[in-house]
């Protein structure tokens, strides 16, 4: 559905993206994660054409991105960070003119989320809400049912129970074959329901990409009682964060396995506790 290579995009001189590779295979929901500034919105608008790449290549359902044809958009759904629509339109009238390119368009499915999410149909969207503006893109990117759903930061501005209506709508949409959704968020939380495939993006590059569940199974925070004074020397093979008290230390790990808790027992004489992480304390702890 989407194929990255060496991926550059620069704004003048500050280099962005540096050599991005990115795969997302028919049928995965895929979580962006990265900090602010990261790129990943530069990402989602290389990948869509809306921005012109510096080197690389980048192609959506085979097509250069640069060069989507009239069929390959109509199988694409995309909610911006910031939703821009007809300001003197009501929100009945935006979803009628958008609808009218679709030939898929599902009205049944467009009626319930609108009456789901409470969107004011009579009202024009120049006053609406940043979070009614956002639920009406929402609404916007679904309508035609598409096969591959690009979401940059779509909760971003939904209050908690809008949130969750959303989320689980989008947990009912994804739940057909071949399927594709690309969803970029800062709220971890969201990305630990939805996703299967998690790709974090780091200094212009990917430096993960894999099923979630790898990576909760990699990293790892282990609490050590020893039966001995620790060294402040004391350290870990691939130890993201090491705090050391007296006999006892704290330690986050990147690449968790048993052999090393087995080592350590015997060298230190020591208790360890492993400890699984929640999506958002690994992503503090690869970041701090």
């Known amino acids: 559905m989407i194929q990255i290579n060496q991926l550059q995009k620069s704004f003048n001189d500050k280099k962005v993206l540096n050599g991005i ?5 028919p ?6 994660l990265g900090k602010n500034g990261s790129g990943k919105s530069t990402l989602i608008k290389c990948a869509l054409g809306l921005l012109r790449s510096t080197g690389g290549t980048a192609t959506i359902l085979g097509d250069d991105a640069w060069h989507l044809s009239a069929a390959t958009k109509a199988r694409l759904g995309y909610v911006p960070q910031e939703v821009v629509s007809y300001p003197w339109m009501r929100v009945r009238q935006v979803i009628a003119y958008t609808a009218a390119f679709y030939p898929t368009w599902n009205h049944a499915l467009v009626d319930q989320l609108c009456r789901q999410w409470q969107l ?3 009202d024009r969207v120049g006053p609406l809400s940043v979070g009614q503006l956002q639920t009406l893109g929402i609404v916007l990117a679904l309508g035609h049912e598409p096969d591959l759903l690009i979401l940059d930061e779509p909760v971003a501005s939904l209050d908690p129970s809008a949130r969750r209506h959303f989320l689980q709508t989008l947990i009912e949409i994804i739940d057909q074959p071949n399927r594709t959704v690309l969803f970029s968020t800062h709220i971890t939380s969201d990305l630990e329901r939805v996703a299967t495939q998690l790709a974090i993006l780091r200094e212009g590059q990917i430096s993960f990409h894999g099923e979630l569940d790898e990576l909760k199974e990699r990293v790892k925070r282990l609490h050590i009682n020893s039966r001995q004074e620790l060294p402040q020397s004391f350290a870990v093979p691939g130890a993201l964060h090491c705090e050391v008290e007296g006999a006892a230390a704290t330690v986050s790990v990147a690449n968790f396995n048993e052999q090393l808790v087995d080592q350590m027992r015997t060298t ?3 208790d360890i506790a492993v400890h699984d992480l929640s999506l958002e304390d690994i992503f503090i702890e690869l970041h701090e």
Do not use: F, M, Q, Y
Not at 27 to 32: K, M, Q, R, S
């Open 268 to 270: 230190w004489n020591a």
């Open 120 to 122: 004011p149909l009579e």
């Open 21 to 25: 590779d990115l795969e997302v295979a």
């Open 27 to 32: 049928g995965t929901v895929l979580g962006l």
